[in-house]
């Protein structure tokens, strides 16, 4: 395992988040490193039960959500949005190590990334395109 890897990936193997927790499985996988120098990190695999457990979760928690006012909502998403800005450079990393994207390629998705949670501070929500 390569030991120059970001610090978003220190839990190992990389858990599922599943009702807002980290949850490991008993299948993992490893993530290969598409630059040829062997494993980057080991990942649970989701079985059926894992993914009908997220989406439970998920429908319990809408009702929160919806009921989470605007200015809640904006304060979340532009947590998010510090966050994304300050880390960029680790997810511009982790991404190129993980995909062989280019670095412009990259820094283009993160920054989409980044401006979908700007929009959405600036709305509350983010709708369907």
């Given amino acids: 395992m390569s030991n120059d890897l970001p610090s978003l990936v ?6 599922l ?3 807002g927790k980290p949850t490991t499985t008993s299948t993992t996988f490893p993530v290969a490193d598409p630059h040829g120098r062997g494993v980057l990190h080991e990942v649970s695999g989701a079985q059926v039960p894992d993914a009908i457990k997220a989406v439970e979760a998920a429908q319990r928690a809408l009702p929160a959500w919806r009921a989470t006012s605007m200015m809640d909502r904006r304060a979340i998403f532009s947590k998010a949005v510090d966050i994304m800005r300050r880390r960029a450079d680790e997810l511009c990393k982790l991404e190129v190590r993980e995909t062989t994207s280019g670095t412009g390629w990259v820094g283009v998705d993160i ?4 401006e979908v949670c700007v929009l959405a501070n600036e709305t509350g929500s983010i709708e369907m395109m």
């Fill in 10 to 15: 220190s839990l190992l193997p990389v858990p």
């Fill in 111 to 114: 920054g989409v990334g980044t």
């Fill in 17 to 19: 988040f599943i009702d």
